[in-house]
Structures are given as structure tokens and as C-alpha cells.
Nanobody, 115 residues
Framework: QVQLVDSGGDTVRAGNSLTLSCASS????????MGWYRQTPGQERELVAHINVGGVRNYADSVKGRFSISRDGASNTVYLQMNSLKPEDTAVYYC?????????WGQGTQVTVLS
């Protein structure tokens, strides 16, 4: 059974940085893609960044140049480095993993950016 555990969320001032972690119970290279989504109240969950098994990365336009997704196969962990944070980055961030048509989610971690 796949389990994803998100961590690293915090409350920070605008301009600061945070690193989110997603620890997987499964070898991360078994997933077609892994990524991060975020959601604010009343809004749909939106893609922030993802990385496929080949290492190709994609980012939402709103975070390009500020956020970076990476992975560590030794610890089966995916990271989201978030720099130059803005108040509009405030959301619950969810780790996601996909194997073919099956999706798995972490429990979410709150990021709050104060102006």
C-alpha cells in the first residue's frame, strides 16, 4: 500500500523560503510522476510542480523561477524548494504520486505566507 507523508509547512514572511518534503513508502521510481498540488478554501486543487520518472520537471507559471522540485531515491523522498514566497502562495500543499491511472495523495501540509 502506497503511503505519502507530507511535511515542512510553516508560517513565514513574504520573501522567505521553505522546503516541503514528501516521504514515500514505495520506491519513488515506481511512480510515473510525483508532484505537488496546492489548494485554498473554495478553490480546486492546482498543480504546482511535478517530475516524471525520467526526471523531466514541469511547473505552474505562477511558481516558475521560484520553486524547484527534486527527489532523493535513497530516502524515497520528493522535495519542493520554495523561494521568494508570496502571500498568494498560501495554501495547503499536497504531495501526489501516479502509477498509470492510480493517484495517491499525502495528507497535506499548510503553508502560510504573511505580507
Amino acid at each position: 500500500q502506497v503511503q505519502l507523508v507530507d511535511s515542512g509547512g510553516d508560517t513565514v514572511r513574504a520573501g522567505n523560503s521553505l522546503t516541503l518534503s514528501c516521504a514515500s513508502s514505495t520506491n519513488i521510481f515506481e511512480f510515473n510522476t510525483m508532484g505537488w498540488y496546492r489548494q485554498t478554501p473554495g478553490q480546486e486543487r492546482e498543480l504546482v510542480a511535478h517530475i516524471n520518472v525520467g526526471g523531466v520537471r514541469n511547473y505552474a507559471d505562477s511558481v516558475k523561477g521560484r520553486f524547484s522540485i527534486s527527489r532523493d531515491g535513497a530516502s524515497n523522498t520528493v522535495y519542493l524548494q520554495m523561494n521568494s514566497l508570496k502571500p498568494e502562495d498560501t495554501a495547503v500543499y499536497y504531495c501526489n504520486a501516479r502509477i498509470m491511472s492510480r493517484y495517491y495523495w499525502g495528507q497535506g501540509t499548510q503553508v502560510t505566507v504573511l505580507s
